[in-house]
């Protein structure tokens, strides 16, 4: 028996996702996971306040892709 598809077929998409200083950033390696999942490429940049709740770290491991923390 094979994996359940994914719900929505991001193939070839690019996306943004912007995390700030709100309680939210922890939901956002699932968040993560699942575009990933559905095929998007994921590009993170956080601020300074984000980084109380999630990792810079985590969220380049997710995504394998360099995180932006600053301007």
């Excluded at 598809?5 to 193939?11: E, G, K, N, T």
């Excluded at 200083?21 to 940049?45: F, H, P, S």
């Excluded at 109380?52 to 600053?70: C, D, E, G, K, Y």
Aim: hydrophobic share 50%; glycine share 8%; charged share 15%.
């Amino acid at each position: 028996m094979s994996a359940a598809p994914p719900l929505l077929d991001l193939q070839g998409k690019h996306l943004v996702l912007g995390l700030t200083g709100g309680i939210a950033c922890y939901k956002a390696a699932e968040l993560t996971r699942e575009l990933i999942r559905a095929g998007a490429t994921v590009q993170v940049v956080m601020t300074e306040a984000a980084e109380h709740f999630i990792t810079a770290v985590t969220m380049q491991a997710l995504t394998n892709r360099p995180v932006f923390t600053s301007q």
